[in-house]
């Protein structure tokens, strides 16, 4: 299906943030949500972890049939495709990731990790045949976004995995990730780092923001940018109706898009553009826009008077989540990969590195001891206040999907 793919919000702007100055800036948000800047979010109990290399006669699991089938053992390699600047490089050693060497230490498993992926669409075309064919594509991990995610489960490219082989994810995974609707027995997909959807505006020209109604403010007409990106776009309007993004409909999609008609006719908004929109914030050519938390930490350190907001009525949540293809040759060792990030300590030094937020349990507690300015960072560990202003994006069926894409291009004027 021909689909025009979401702006690569998250991989044009992914960076290290400058930290400590930076975290004044997140007044607002932190008063959203009535935190100080010196807490973190209650500690969890201690996880457990599989074991290295298990032994057939040590990790027999019972199955339906009479005779227990033993688990396979660990790998000698595994195979990891992701994006890039989204695991941590060893600081020792900046050829290497310190993660994927500890895994190697703790297991024997060399991890090839090429950082390969820049666009969803573009790196599942490099496997597309594969995959069609059940045959292995020579990935035993894959990172993808939620949109395609839900539509690789719904073709039925993904291998289920066993949680039982994960029960740092069973016991890490923060609550706001679970039971979506693509998958909503939680075992085709991880999630690996997040981003969130809300208000960005310039406060000396706009004052404090708490509503999206302010999206349609005559008063900011011509200042005002909405996003490139369908879901957040549709879904932010969505929240702004009463509506509920997690579970959108062709009804729901049409509502919105009469919404947002109302803003373009009366020419309140200035565009409709990707990460471009932070450099018109800076410049002071748009005063409100529609934004990525990861795009504005980086715009406020550059202008102090922006500002980033979750909305009374909620923001959107988007997630780059790790997958297991289909006909995976190592995927026993692909889920003890997975389940070893989850281990908060582990989860702590990623989220160090990459910046964005961790959905781990327990990795701000760790980072407290070592770089409290990361672990008090509000958009690398929302609160729960924030968190539960959340909504994924419903995942939608080829037919919705094509509807929801082309009336956006339409009202848009992207299409």
């Known amino acids: 299906m021909n689909e025009t793919p979401p702006t690569n919000r998250g991989h044009l702007s992914r960076r290290r943030f400058v930290q400590g100055?930076?975290?004044?800036?997140f007044a607002t948000f932190l008063a959203a949500c009535g935190r100080s800047a010196t807490s973190v979010a209650p500690s969890v109990a201690p996880s457990s972890a599989p074991s290295a290399a298990p032994s057939a006669a040590a990790s027999a699991a019972p199955t339906a049939t009479v005779a227990p089938t033993p688990k396979p053992t660990m790998s000698a390699e595994l195979n990891f495709a992701n994006w890039t600047y989204y695991m941590d490089v060893d600081p020792n050693d900046e050829t290497k990731f310190k993660t994927l060497e500890d895994f190697k230490a703790e297991y024997g498993t060399t991890v090839k990790y090429p950082e390969n992926i820049d666009?969803?669409?573009?790196?599942?075309?490099?496997?597309?045949?594969?995959?069609?064919?059940?045959?292995?594509?020579?990935?035993?991990?894959?990172?993808?976004?939620?949109?395609?995610?839900?539509?690789?489960?719904?073709?039925?490219?993904?291998?289920?995995?066993?949680?039982?082989?994960?029960?740092?994810?069973?016991?890490?995974?923060?609550?706001?990730?679970?039971?979506?609707?693509?998958?909503?027995?939680?075992d085709h997909h991880v999630p690996w780092q997040s981003g969130m959807t809300g208000l960005g505006?310039?406060?000396a020209k706009t004052g404090a923001l708490t509503s999206l109604d302010a999206l349609w403010d005559p008063k900011y007409k011509?200042?005002?940018?909405?996003?490139?990106?369908?879901?957040?776009?549709?879904?932010?309007?969505?929240?702004?109706?009463?509506?509920?993004?997690?579970?959108a409909t062709v009804a729901d999609c049409d509502a919105a898009v009469a919404e947002i008609k109302k803003a373009t006719d009366a020419g309140i908004v200035r565009a409709f553009m990707g990460n471009k929109y932070a450099e018109e914030l800076k410049s002071g050519n748009a005063v409100l826009s529609m934004a990525w938390s990861g795009d504005m930490v980086q715009a406020l350190l550059d202008k102090p008077t922006l500002k980033f907001t979750i909305a009374d009525e909620g923001g959107m949540l988007?997630?780059?989540?790790?997958?297991?293809?289909?006909?995976a040759l190592h995927a026993y060792t692909a889920q003890v990969m997975i389940?070893?990030?989850?281990r908060p300590a582990i989860a702590a030094q990623i989220a160090a590195y990459v910046n964005y937020i961790s959905p781990v349990k327990g990795a701000a507690e760790v980072l407290l001891a070592k770089d409290p300015d990361i672990a008090n960072n509000p958009l690398i560990f929302p609160p729960p206040a924030i968190l539960e202003k959340l909504h994924i994006f419903n995942g939608l069926n080829e037919a919705d999907e094509k509807y929801f894409n082309d009336k956006f291009a339409t009202v848009s004027g992207l299409g």
Do not use: H
Not at 222 to 235: A, F, N, P, Q, S
Not at 318 to 327: E, G, M, Q, R
Not at 339 to 342: E, G, M, R
């Open 318 to 327: 988007w997630t780059d989540n790790v997958l297991i293809p289909k006909a």
């Open 119 to 186: 666009g969803n669409d573009s790196f599942i075309g490099t496997i597309r045949p594969q995959l069609v064919a059940g045959q292995d594509t020579g990935w035993d991990l894959i990172v993808v976004t939620d949109w395609m995610a839900a539509r690789l489960i719904r073709l039925g490219w993904v291998e289920a995995m066993d949680l039982g082989n994960m029960p740092n994810v069973v016991a890490n995974l923060q609550d706001v990730y679970k039971g979506v609707s693509w998958d909503a027995t939680d």
């Open 222 to 247: 011509g200042k005002v940018i909405y996003l490139d990106e369908m879901r957040d776009t549709i879904g932010l309007t969505m929240l702004k109706l009463g509506l509920d993004p997690s579970k």
């Open 201 to 203: 505006y310039d406060e």
């Open 339 to 342: 389940d070893f990030c989850y």
């Open 21 to 25: 100055s930076a975290l004044a800036g």
